[in-house]
């Protein structure tokens, strides 16, 4: 919040998580429940400043109780609250290439709020996880994803977009961005450890039939 006052040094975490949940998540939720397209301005540098010194006097204060771990611990389960609440019941109630838009509309907002959130807690991915051999930030809100998400929707998923392929294979118009943009999306999933079993299976599926020349050809395609 642009003119908002800098937390005090002596900030407890409830006062700062209550700050980082009425100003910073909150507000990127309304957007992505909005269905706006969310940009790299979300928040100022004011702004930033703001959540970023809440987090940090919060990770050098002295406690009787572990404000690192609550900190870590809020943060995941920010993301469980918010898949659970809003992310599921939207991708519940899709179907055919519905799903798919949803699917990838919902990944992009995960990693938007992954990045402001790690932003903002970067003290603590700085200093705390690395100290106490903790997942990163990264590593646990895509985990968090994988789990939730993923396991819910993947085989629907994979199964719309081969059909889709098939389809277009046999004459029939297809959304070919739709497609281009899943198989991008199973490429990003791929690249951590948390998503290397999505490639391997999608990888496998097509190995077994003729869908995969075409399936390439949108790789290409979409990499273009």
Not at 13 to 35: G, S, T
Not at 204 to 218: D, I, P, R, V, Y
């Amino acid at each position: 919040m642009a003119g908002a006052a800098a937390p005090q040094k002596d900030i407890t975490f409830d006062e700062c998580w209550f700050i980082l949940q009425e100003e910073a998540i909150n507000k990127m939720v309304n957007i992505f429940e909005a269905e706006e397209q969310p940009n790299d301005k979300i928040f100022d540098s004011e702004e930033y400043m703001r959540f970023y010194t809440a987090v940090y006097h919060v990770c050098c204060s002295y406690s009787p109780d572990n404000w690192n771990q609550k900190l870590y611990d809020q943060y995941k389960k920010t993301f469980e609250d918010y898949i659970s609440s809003k992310v599921l019941p939207s991708l519940r109630e899709k179907s055919d290439e519905n799903l798919l838009r949803e699917f990838s509309r919902r990944w992009k907002n995960h990693k938007t709020m992954t990045k402001w959130l790690s932003m903002f807690l970067c003290y603590l991915s700085r200093y705390y996880l690395p100290s106490r051999r903790l997942p990163s930030l990264l590593e646990s809100s895509h985990s968090i994803f994988y789990n939730l998400v993923y396991r819910e929707v993947h085989e629907q998923v994979h199964d719309i977009t081969m059909s889709m392929i098939d389809r277009g294979r046999n004459g029939e118009q297809i959304d070919h961005a739709m497609v281009s943009e899943v198989i991008k999306i199973c490429e990003e999933m791929g690249s951590g450890n948390a998503w290397k079993h999505y490639a391997n299976n999608i990888d496998e599926a097509l190995a077994l039939g003729e869908a995969t020349s075409s399936f390439t050809g949108l790789r290409l395609e979409g990499n273009a």
